[in-house]
């Protein structure tokens, strides 16, 4: 392990120089062998994984539950993590070639998808994001930079070089695709985000102001990213909100408090919509945030907390949700068909939902996919859940007959 700022710079140039080399060795038909045959080796090393978990767990003792929770890794979820990897490799692969046109003067255009490179993540204690990240990179034949927080550190450099490397190896693919920083220092993150030669694009994961530091640090340097810094779901019960539909999907909406997707900001048309006894009951108190958009799962004293607001009408609702969340996702309760039309059309975030709970903002929810990260910029490209469909730049590939003049 690098023992100065000046060897760890060297280190990850390294790695991830080679990531970036390994990236055109790989194909569609060997990486769907690599990620079935990691699917596998999550389940021959579940025994490695559990332990380097819970040296993690333990370690992190002094972490704010919902980290906690999100860094654990019980029988449950690693099950999922191979399940997932087998999903991700049964998917058919990325088109490659989005439209063709002749032009009058014969040229044939091709508009095709093709690889970034090598792509960085950097995110926090969430050691699962590892195999979503890497899977999706190398389904879209793109190299993986990853870095983690020195709390998933162990758990993920398992994953790392006891499941995805032998994956790649055994498919016949170079090992150094994927890529880990192996260093708990905050460092690791901001060299990442400094590479633009080799690692142009870095998908941001984590808490709200450190992702948006390393965003601008990024910008400086020249390096694209897909920033997932806020979250936050927003659940609106119409005055037509059918009142059991309304606690039901308020509960479904909290079965998780360390994640972005839950609810966050409830709105409301009249105080008795408010439920407070189902609250109480789920251990869940209303408090009075710095701002309307404050992310409640990004407050580590505070994790298990709502916002709520009365509005008095559909665009008083959407109104605050657009200017001030994070446009994550957006949900309304009602019976009313023309209020939820109204809500829907107006909502800019990345997900509109009618009797549904923003939980389901997700790749692999709605997607079938696991995600990147939820990208909620408010420009062209991949927005919402991103995952192995939008990786790629977009060339235009010409073919002609050596006769055309302009």
Known sequence: MATTTTDLRAEVERDAAAAARAAAALTDDAVTRALARAAELVRERRAAIT???????????????????????????????GSQLGQLAELPPLDRVDETWTLPNGLLVEARRIPIGAVGANFEARPNVA?????????????????????????????????????????????????????????????????PRVVPLVILRGSGETTAALAREAAEHGVRTLA???????????????????????????????????????????????????????????????????????????????????????????????????????????????????????????????NATTRFTDGFALTGAPETGINVDRVPGPRGPVTYRDLWLRQLRVVGDGTQRR
């Open 51 to 81: 332990e380097a978990n819970a040296v993690d767990v333990a370690a992190g003792a002094h972490l704010d539950p919902g980290t906690l929770d999100r860094l654990r890794l019980d029988d449950a979820r690693i099950d999922a993590l």
């Open 131 to 195: 195999l979503d990240v890497a899977g999706q990179l190398l389904k879209s034949l793109n190299a993986a930079v990853l870095r983690t927080g020195g709390a998933a550190l162990g758990t993920v450099t398992v994953l790392v070089d006891e499941v995805l490397r032998p994956a790649l190896a055994d498919a016949g693919l170079p090992p150094e695709a994927v890529a880990l920083v192996r260093s708990p220092d905050r460092e690791g993150a901001r060299i990442l985000v400094s590479l």
């Open 228 to 354: 997932h810094a806020e979250g936050g779901g927003v659940l609106y019960l119409h005055g037509a909100a059918d009142p059991a539909k309304a606690a039901a999907l308020v509960e479904a909406s909290l079965d998780r408090l360390g994640v972005c997707n839950r609810l966050n900001l409830l709105l409301v048309e009249d105080e008795s919509q408010i439920p407070t006894g189902l609250l109480d009951r789920l251990g869940i108190e209303i408090r009075e945030p710095p701002r309307v958009g404050w992310e409640w799962a990004n407050d580590p004293e505070r994790v298990a907390s709502v916002t709520v607001r009365v509005v008095g009408s559909v665009e008083e609702a959407v109104e605050l949700a657009n200017a001030e969340t994070s446009g994550l996702a957006a949900s309304i309760v009602t019976e009313h068909e023309d209020a939820a039309r109204r809500f829907l059309d107006s909502y800019r975030g990345t997900a509109a939902f009618w």
